[in-house]
C-alpha cells in the first residue's frame, strides 16, 4: 500500500477521534467556566444576604442589648437581597420563567439568628379550599434545644446567654453562664471547661439535622416538577460549621443545576458578623491581565471577580496577593 494510501487511511480513522476529543475538551472548559462564574454568583448573593441581616427593622434589637452578639436578624430582607442578587447574576433579572427555574434548583436556604435558626424550604398547606398546595416559605424558628439525662434542658445562643430549665427546682432560669454557675443544680451549666465544647456542638447538629431532613424532603417536590436529581446535604468541614456558628449568618444550597452534562452543586456560607472579618476579592487587572487577590478594605480599581473567605482560598484559584496601606491603594 502506497504511502499516500496510509496518510488517507490514517486520517479518515482518526481524525473524527480527534473532532470527538477536541470538542470534549472544549465543552470541559465551557462546564469549567460556567461552574467558576456560578460559584462566584452564588457566593455574591449569600455575602449581599448576609450584610442585610445587619439592617434591623426595630431599634431595640440592635446588637448590644443583654449580649453583644444579641441580634434580630432581617430574614425578608436578606432573602430578598439573596435572589435580587443571584438572578442579576444569573442573567434572569427580568425573566420570571427562569428565575423559577433557578430557584427549582434551592432546596433550601437556612439562616443562624442568636437564639436559634430559621430554614426556607418547600412546605405544603392547605388553601381556602382545602386542596394542598406547596410554596416555599420560612419554617417556625428551631431553638438551639440540648437536654440531659436528668431532665434539665438548655436553650443554647451564639454566646454564653441561656434560657435553662432546672429539674431539681422546677424553674426556669436565665442568664450568662457565668452568672448562673453555682446557683442551679445543671451540670453543665457549672462546668466551664466543657460548656462552650457541647453548646457548639448542640448547635451545629442542630441545623445539620434540619437541613438534611428538609433537603431529603425536597426530592419529593423535585420528582413531581421533572428534576431527577437526588437532593442532599454536602459534606460541610467542621471548620466551616464552626466559622458559621461565631455569628449570626446565612447558608444557601444549589444543586442538581444542569452544566452540559454534568450538575452543578455547591453552598456558601455568609456572616452578618458584628466584629467583621476580613474577605478577600479576587480580581484582574484591565491593563495587564494579571489576577490578584486583595483585602476587600483595599481600593484598587480592578474588576471583581470572585470573594473568598480565606486567602489560601484565593492563591488556590490562581490569584496572587497584593498589599494596600491603611485599607486604600
Known amino acids: 500500500m502506497k504511502i499516500t494510501n496510509l496518510a488517507i487511511l490514517f486520517v479518515c480513522i482518526f481524525l473524527p477521534f480527534m473532532l470527538v476529543l477536541d470538542m470534549r475538551t472544549r465543552d470541559q472548559e465551557t462546564v469549567l467556566q460556567l461552574k467558576s462564574q456560578y460559584t462566584a454568583a452564588l457566593r455574591t448573593a449569600v455575602q449581599d444576604a448576609s450584610k442585610m441581616l445587619n439592617i434591623n427593622e426595630l431599634q431595640e434589637y440592635e446588637a448590644g442589648y443583654q449580649s453583644v452578639k444579641f441580634f434580630k436578624v432581617n430574614k425578608e430582607l436578606a432573602l430578598d437581597t439573596f435572589f435580587r442578587t443571584l438572578y442579576l447574576n444569573f442573567g434572569v433579572e427580568n425573566d420570571p420563567i427562569g428565575q423559577g427555574t433557578l430557584a427549582s434548583y434551592i432546596p433550601v436556604i437556612g439562616i443562624t439568628d442568636y437564639d436559634g435558626f430559621f430554614l426556607y424550604t418547600m412546605s405544603e398547606y392547605k388553601d381556602q379550599t382545602g386542596q394542598n398546595l406547596a410554596k416555599p416559605m420560612w419554617r417556625p424558628k428551631k431553638p438551639y434545644a440540648y437536654s440531659d439525662g436528668s431532665g434539665n434542658s438548655i436553650n443554647f445562643t451564639l454566646d454564653s446567654y441561656v434560657h435553662a430549665y432546672d429539674a431539681a427546682s422546677g424553674k426556669w432560669v436565665e442568664g450568662f453562664r457565668e452568672d448562673l454557675q453555682g446557683i442551679t443544680s ?62 449570626v449568618g446565612i ?45 476587600t478594605t483595599c481600593g484598587f480599581p480592578y474588576q471583581v471577580e470572585e470573594i473568598f473567605d480565606h486567602a489560601k482560598d484565593a492563591a488556590a484559584a490562581g490569584y496572587i496577593p497584593k498589599e494596600c496601606v491603611n485599607g486604600g491603594s
Not at 452543586?265 to 474577605?279: D, Q
Open 251 to 295: 447558608i444557601a444550597f444549589i444543586q442538581g443545576l444542569p452544566i452540559g452534562e454534568q450538575m452543578y452543586n455547591n453552598y456558601a456560607l455568609g456572616g452578618g458578623r458584628l466584629v467583621k472579618k476580613t474577605n478577600f476579592y479576587g480580581a484582574i487587572d484591565p491593563q495587564t491581565g494579571i489576577k490578584y487577590y486583595y483585602k
Open 186 to 247: 445543671i451540670p453543665l451549666l457549672n462546668d466551664p471547661v466543657n460548656f462552650d465544647s457541647v453548646r457548639r456542638s448542640t448547635i451545629i447538629r442542630s441545623i445539620q439535622r434540619d437541613l438534611a431532613y428538609f433537603i431529603n424532603a425536597y426530592n419529593e417536590y423535585a420528582i413531581r416538577n421533572g428534576i431527577s436529581y437526588t437532593f442532599k446535604l454536602p459534606e460541610i468541614p467542621h471548620e466551616e460549621w464552626t466559622n458559621t456558628i461565631n455569628d
